[in-house]
């Protein structure tokens, strides 16, 4: 791809980027659930649960990393439903008759969706921070932080893109995301592993989100870190990659049988 390709391409992403940030913003109701939905299960957790449940430290300091898990995978879930509505109703075939690069309503999904995902997740750190959590994080490790959270949405965005070009319909690619949200409460996010069933702790223990979860808790309240961040960075690389992938040869697809 020459350079102006290159310009090309980024600059109609960023349009396609605007068009998906308005609509973002004109939907309060979605937006307003990307955000209270985890806030609403932290504070369910911390006043109804937290006095029940035993990790060898405050509740609220265990529990916030995988809320903040639990709000980015809900935030990203939503850009399958968005490029669904996009790829059933027709807007795809208008753009194919106007000189847009072909890609760029992929990436404007995927980085609108990560500006929401920010916001929400930024929103809730705020409201944990007020009812007691206490982060004893440095410049390094937040940046840290920053970082992995950024990789997991840049993954779980580029995955749920692949599941909106998959289905056929917006309801569909609403309940197809159901088995990835449902990830963090099968994993160290609420509870210790080690108090589930053997079954249950082998498979929370080799699945992606405890070791992206026990990543963040260490960051963020110096837990010993161990293996955790070169697991999670080398699970959600080898996510994104099959998903740029996989997305990028079925929206080709798409395209040619148009």
């Avoid at 609403?40 to 060898?56: E, K, P, R, S």
Wanted: aromatic share 12%; with cysteine; glycine share 8%.
């Amino acid at each position: 791809m020459n350079e102006s390709k290159w310009t090309w391409a980024i600059i109609d992403s960023w349009t396609m980027t605007q068009r998906t940030l308005k609509h973002i913003f004109r939907n309060i109701e979605s937006l307003m659930m990307s955000i209270g939905l985890p806030i609403a299960l932290m504070l369910m957790f911390v006043y109804i649960f937290g006095g029940a449940i035993d990790t060898g430290t405050s509740y609220i300091n265990y529990v916030v990393p995988g809320v903040i898990v639990t709000c980015v995978a809900f935030g990203s879930s939503l850009v399958a439903v968005e490029v669904a509505d996009d790829m059933t109703g027709g807007l795809f075939e208008r753009f194919r008759t106007m000189p847009i690069f072909p890609s760029s309503l992929l990436a404007g999904h995927v980085i609108g969706g990560m500006a929401r995902n920010g916001l929400a997740t930024a929103i809730t750190i705020l409201i944990a921070v007020i009812i007691g959590f206490r982060p004893t994080a440095g410049i390094l490790e937040w940046l840290g932080v920053i970082g992995i959270l950024a990789l997991f949405m840049f993954a779980a965005s580029w995955l749920f893109v692949l599941f909106g070009l998959i289905v056929k319909s917006v309801e569909t690619a609403n309940a197809i995301t159901f088995p990835m949200l449902f990830l963090p409460y099968l994993s160290s996010a609420f509870v210790p592993t080690e108090t589930m069933p053997k079954w249950l702790h082998t498979f929370a223990e080799n699945q992606p989100m405890t070791p992206f979860i026990e990543a963040l808790r260490s960051l963020l309240t110096g837990a010993p870190l161990h293996n955790n961040l070169w697991i999670t960075i080398a699970w959600f690389v080898g996510l994104l990659i099959f998903s740029i992938v996989g997305a990028t040869i079925i929206f080709n697809r798409k395209k040619k049988r148009k």
